[in-house]
T-cell receptor, first 117, second 113 residues
């Protein structure tokens, strides 16, 4: 059983640029969630994808967008980067039996550390 | 609105002793899940234990147990026989019917030799 993987591990961008982060879910999982963790804080929920559709979103602007692919891997895209976007971005995968039954354990990847200059 | 509160910014425990990390939550969802994660300095979030709101028994995973008191809306993590490798940040988290997971601010645990 393979765990959750994320790429790249580190990334440096400048303000105004766009970035794409990638996540491969754990084998057997069909749901992916993305989180932003600023230094010294707890993770903040960005959104969740199930069956290639977004089915939950936190308080993040539309310039944060995502995709889930048929193999359940996922991308997080951030447009018009701002300095405050500098953070550790975590991806978590889980298994959802049905749309109302997705309350199981989430397993996290190692994260992508994004620095915006 | 959902909320997770961890009131202990930092905790010290002697090696081999037990420690309790506090977590209280607030939600109007009838069905929800509660998690505890460990985050070492490397940054990776390590799943420790999960409790569903309808689970009758407290969850246990090795040295970790979750003291779930539904009426009090608390989900404290108990670590028995602390080890030096337990030094890390610990986060309590909750997922509800809206599929939005929220995390507490975390508790930094220091295990003393």
């Amino acid at each position: 059983e393979t765990g959750v993987t994320q790429s790249p591990t580190h990334l440096i961008k400048t303000r105004g640029q766009q970035v794409t982060l990638r996540c491969s879910s754990q084998s057997g999982h069909n749901t992916v969630s993305w989180y932003q963790q600023a230094l010294g804080q707890g993770p903040q929920f960005i959104f969740q994808y199930y069956r290639e559709e977004e089915n939950g979103r936190g308080n993040f602007p539309p310039r944060f967008s995502g995709l889930q692919f048929p193999n359940y891997s996922s991308e997080l895209n951030v447009n018009a980067l701002e300095l405050d976007d500098s953070a550790l971005y975590l991806c978590a995968s889980s298994f959802t039996l049905a749309l109302l039954g997705g309350l199981g354990e989430q397993f996290f990847g190692p994260g992508t550390r994004l620095t915006v200059l | 609105a959902q909320k997770i509160t961890q009131t202990q910014p930092g905790m010290f425990v002697q090696e081999k002793e037990a420690v309790t990390l506090d977590c209280t939550y607030d939600t109007s969802d009838p069905s929800y899940g509660l998690f505890w994660y460990k985050q070492p300095s490397s940054g990776e979030m390590i799943f420790l234990i999960y409790q569903g709101s309808y689970d009758q028994q407290n969850a246990t995973e090795g040295r970790y147990s979750l003291n779930f008191q539904k009426a009090r809306k608390s989900a404290n993590l108990v670590i028995s026989a602390s080890q030096l490798g337990d030094s890390a940040m610990y986060f309590c988290a909750m997922i509800g019917g809206g599929f939005k997971t929220i995390f507490g601010a975390g508790t930094r645990l220091f295990v003393k030799a």
